[in-house]
């Protein structure tokens, strides 16, 4: 079963003429470590990266719609978003945890693309098989 994982990071520092200058807020950014898909369980499987107060941080998964290729020469895609439920936690030390989410309910056919973000604008992309 493969399975196709990209990233894309967005910046959280600007660095204006050379200068590194280190914003600090209310909560971190939600990001993302090693994940994958675990045919076994038809789980994926998310290593969440995040900040706050306390290591209680409660992760859900969120479906967008189905989007089919008219054409079929792709295969149908789905933004699924992943929740912090204390997203404005601040930022006093770093956490990780690693988050089951079934797939049992995600609403297109398979093989299907997954694209997994979270509010901050990271996110990665995971084929699902058959």
């Not at 990233?7 to 993302?32: K, Q």
Request: hydrophobic residues 40%; proline residues 8%.
């Amino acid at each position: 079963m493969a399975t196709t994982l990209r990233r894309v990071l967005v910046p959280r520092v600007l660095a204006p003429l050379g200068c590194v200058v280190a914003m600090s807020g209310p909560a971190s950014a939600d990001n993302f470590g090693p994940s994958h898909y675990d045919g076994a369980t038809n789980e994926l499987v998310v290593a969440m990266l995040y900040g706050g107060t306390n290591p209680n941080h409660k992760f859900t998964l969120k479906w967008g719609a189905c989007q089919l290729d008219e054409s079929g020469r792709r295969m149908p895609l789905v933004n699924a978003a992943i929740l912090d439920d204390q997203f404005n936690d601040t930022e006093q030390q770093q956490y990780s945890i690693v988050t089951r989410f079934s797939l049992a309910d995600m609403p297109c056919p398979r093989p299907a693309t997954v694209a997994v973000s979270t509010a901050p604008g990271f996110s990665f992309e995971l084929v699902i098989p058959r």
